[in-house]
């Protein structure tokens, strides 16, 4: 019963700051409801033009990125706009109360991910150099 309330809450939420039916926030309500699988991304009255942000499925997700990217995915809810992926969070930035949403395309995810690993990378490589004389146990 609570959860139903919290789910209440946030499509509240999401449809006041988000306007017409058919923004990142409904499509991101729908995706994050208890029972998105059944509920189209957004509601459209009959005539009405299509949906631009839609929830793709598991099998769209997975063909498009490799496991790497996959896994760093997973924190991100999943939607589609105009036919492409994107990866979106909801975040509050600091001093405000609002909680907004913020999502990134495929090729930023990538970049993101690479970007990440490049510089992982270099800091193992540079930790385990020593320079003579400063933080290393002289040897003799």
Excluded at 115 to 136: E, P
Aim: charged share 25%.
């Amino acid at each position: 019963m609570a959860s139903l309330g919290l789910v209440a809450s946030m499509i509240w939420l999401s449809a006041c700051a988000s306007g017409p039916p058919d923004s990142a926030a409904a499509a991101y309500a729908s995706a994050t409801s208890p029972d998105s699988a059944r509920q189209p991304a957004a509601s459209q009255p009959s005539g009405a033009k299509k949906p631009e942000w839609t929830v793709p499925t598991e099998d769209e997700v997975a063909a498009a990125l490799e496991k790497k990217y996959l896994d760093a995915a997973k924190d991100f809810v999943k939607l589609k706009k105009d036919g492409e992926l994107r990866f979106c969070k909801r975040y509050r930035e600091i001093g405000s109360s609002i909680a907004r949403i913020n999502c990134i395309t495929e090729a930023e995810l990538r970049t993101q991910v690479d970007n990440m690993t490049q510089y992982r990378d270099d800091m193992r490589h540079k930790s385990g150099k020593c320079t003579w004389g400063v933080g290393c146990s002289g040897g003799g």
